[in-house]
């Protein structure tokens, strides 16, 4: 009776391991998640914590803006809903280190595919294409590069965009920086400058903040072409083709160009066409 009671409870143990292991408990990726199947487990997304109207932590603890929306989309689509997402500041300088060290799933952050960074990541999309361009007061006579000559440019410290006008456009424009573009817009806003410039989508992102709402104008003058895509761990082909078909979907049903009108309309943000996914406009 004893050796058959110990092999009726082996085999119970082993019934129940078995079961275990059908359940899923091989299944998460290197972020912690399952890799799209939901059941409670959450998946980790980059985004920016600090640009209205694309990537913005709301003082509730809640997240905004278009690259924010278009991540939830994507995320839906891989099996998740929204109280699963965790999203994970990703600062730009970290971005690459973050998709290698499996600190987040994919990112969506103002990420511009370019051939660099293409040897250290994996993209989807792009999903926006945005334009370095001017942000200047509603009623500014600034229409052309050239008319900054003898105006006062700002941007970022460390950011090239400033420095590109004035090498190639307007050689007499004074230029002004500060630590982030919420302090060019204030001086936009006091007078201290004449204009800032980065991408269209992250300015038109500012001045459709409630505070700001009829003061500024995009310029229009695309400056640069600046695709935007999804930033996936190298190799991981597999995300990749998953995250490009929701992506399509979210052209196709009209959810793409609600988020874009949503996020930026009230700065009169001329958008570009929903890119096709492959296509990297130079």
């Given amino acids: 009776m004893k050796l058959r009671k110990v092999s009726a ?28 199947s939901g059941g409670g487990k959450t998946i980790k997304i980059g985004i920016k914590y600090d640009q209205p109207g694309l990537g913005l932590k709301e003082p509730d603890g809640t997240f905004s803006g278009f690259d924010v929306d278009v991540a939830t989309y994507v995320a839906k689509e891989l099996g998740y809903k929204p109280n699963q997402i965790e999203f994970v500041e990703t600062k730009s ?122 003061q500024f104008k995009l310029a229009g003058l695309k400056l640069s072409n600046e695709n935007y895509g999804i930033g996936v761990k190298k190799g991981d082909t597999a995300t990749v083709d998953k995250i490009n078909a929701a992506l399509e979907k979210m052209v196709s049903d009209g959810a793409w160009e609600t988020a874009v009108k949503e996020n930026f309309g009230p700065a009169n943000y001329k958008n570009e066409p929903a890119p096709k996914i492959g296509n990297i406009v130079q």
Avoid: M, W
């Fill in 9 to 36: 409870a082996a085999a119970t143990a082993l019934v129940l391991a078995l079961t275990a292991t059908a359940c899923g408990g091989g299944d998460k990726d290197d972020n912690g998640s399952d890799g799209g």
């Fill in 93 to 214: 300088a970290d971005r690459e280190n973050a998709l290698a060290r499996g600190d987040v799933k994919f990112i969506a952050a103002t990420y511009s595919i370019n051939d660099e960074r293409k040897k250290l990541v994996d993209f989807a999309g792009p999903y926006l294409l945005a334009h370095q361009d001017l942000l200047v007061k509603a009623d500014s006579k600034i229409a052309k590069g050239t008319d900054l000559n003898g105006k006062t440019l700002c941007s970022v410290t460390g950011s090239t965009s400033a420095e590109n006008v004035k090498k190639d456009i307007a050689p007499k424009a004074q230029l002004k920086e500060y630590g982030g573009y919420s302090e060019c817009i204030a001086g936009l806003q006091s007078g201290a400058v004449d204009a800032v410039t980065t991408d269209d989508s992250i300015l038109a992102g500012f001045a459709a903040q409630e505070n700001y709402k009829g």
